[in-house]
């Protein structure tokens, strides 16, 4: 018997010892270990993946409807299938759309079919989601559109990167009012109050007198520090009434005191100082609609040039800034001295860069600079003193789950948008896409699937950096949504060793104590 004891003893220790260097899933790290482990690392039972497969799983969603009595917007629990790959939002909002009702709540809107615009369906940038929607919105009562607008932002904001949702109408922001003057403001998650309270409240502000000051969420729109792009930051403003003249020059004032949350933006220049009149809305000619009138001086070229903005993502900004709150507002119209702004060649990291932008009679619509709309992702380099460094580096918002996408920024290493000095990066600079063979995902473990010749170069780097070069990799990738490990694969197969410091097969668990 006693000799039994000490053999669960030995074997209890043994386990123990094993979980420790092992982290139950981890690969293990050799580092500052003067031998080698010896111990056989946790047996995986996983497949390799040839291309970029099984990244979709069935999850629980949230669905925000009215009560079977129309009192309240309740929550319904329904069971989708979700990319890994994609933001959730869209395939959300079509389930949304989509449900019929039961016994304890009501369709979204039983008398008409709500779809999503085939024009940028959803856009998300930092914690701000766009949501456009089709056409057969316009048919809703403003009262049953509020509502609409009010079950969209509860259902989305379930999702822990979004805060605030627009809601557009055929890239329109459609206001509280027929004569679309009333400005919607941008939409925050609303469970407590009753349906009945939510209108009220929205009748009040359509009701109350033009020049009446109100308070609302606005979504303004800056051109990152690099110049590639713009990012959103959502705050509240307070605005003189429901002049849109006077909507826009309070927006213009916002833009040009910067951002307060975003960074990777630059200076903003003072706006209204270069506007040589007041900013005015005008019908559209030609197409119909509205648009706003903006007139800078001729010096307002060389400011933006000081300023290290391009022309191009200063009106983007403008833009999507304007075209978001300022309800019935179809595009904008720029003069920059006596020069209407009727084209852009924006730079970028996002398809179609180097390409002229032509706008129709000189009006700039939001569909115009869609491909300009960035979102920050988070990367980790080495900060050259043995520990990473988390990184916000902007990029397509389309692009921020994409497991593929940031593996070659990482790929890329340190760029001038990071405006972070003295990152480096951990990867061989001689890797590149066609080195990542294959993405899948096993319940919350990321599978990468990496190349001979990545393995032959990976194993080329000083064993010091070899931790650094794996968990750049890890914490990177485990900052998507529903990944909580990553399996190394190289030519389809695991790995003992490669520079002789980490023991490559098992699951990584991210690692916090590395990160400065």
Known sequence: MRMKIKRTLVSALCLALCLCLCGCVAGVDALNKTSSVTLPPAQVEYDAPTGDTNQETAQSVLLYVPSAAGTRLIAQTEKIVLSAARHPAEATLRRLFAFAGNDSA????????????????????????????????????????????????????????????????????????????????????????????????????????????????????YPTYSGKGILAETRTLSFAGRDKGEMIKTLLSALSQGAQTLGNTPAMPELSAYLTEAPAVQEIAVSGGQCAVLRFTQSFNDVLIAAGIPRSVMMAALTYTLTTFVPGLSGVTAYIGDELVSVVVPGGVYEGADEPVNFQNGVMRRSDFSHFLLSNCTLYFSDGAGHLTAVQRPIPYYETRSARYLINCLMQGPQPCDNAPGIQTVLPDTLGDADVLGLGLSGTTLLLNLSQHAAADMAQVEPASERLMVYALVNTLTELRGVSGVCFFFAGAQRDSLAGVIYWPGVFLRDGSIVQ
């Open 106 to 221: 009501q369709s979204l809107s039983p008398d008409v079919t709500l779809q999503l615009s085939t024009v940028n369906p959803v856009e998300i940038s930092g914690d701000t989601a766009t949501v456009n929607l089709a056409a057969s919105a316009l048919s809703l009562s403003h009262s049953d559109l509020y509502v609409v607008c009010q079950a969209i932002a509860n259902t989305l904001t379930q999702w822990g990167d979004i805060r605030y949702v627009n809601v557009l109408v055929s890239s329109i922001q459609p206001g509280l009012d027929v004569g679309a003057s009333v400005p919607a403001g941008c939409f925050a998650a609303n469970a407590a109050d009753t349906i009945d309270a939510m209108l009220t409240a929205s009748q009040t502000q359509s009701a109350a007198p033009a020049d009446r000051r109100i308070s609302l969420n606005a979504t303004l729109y």
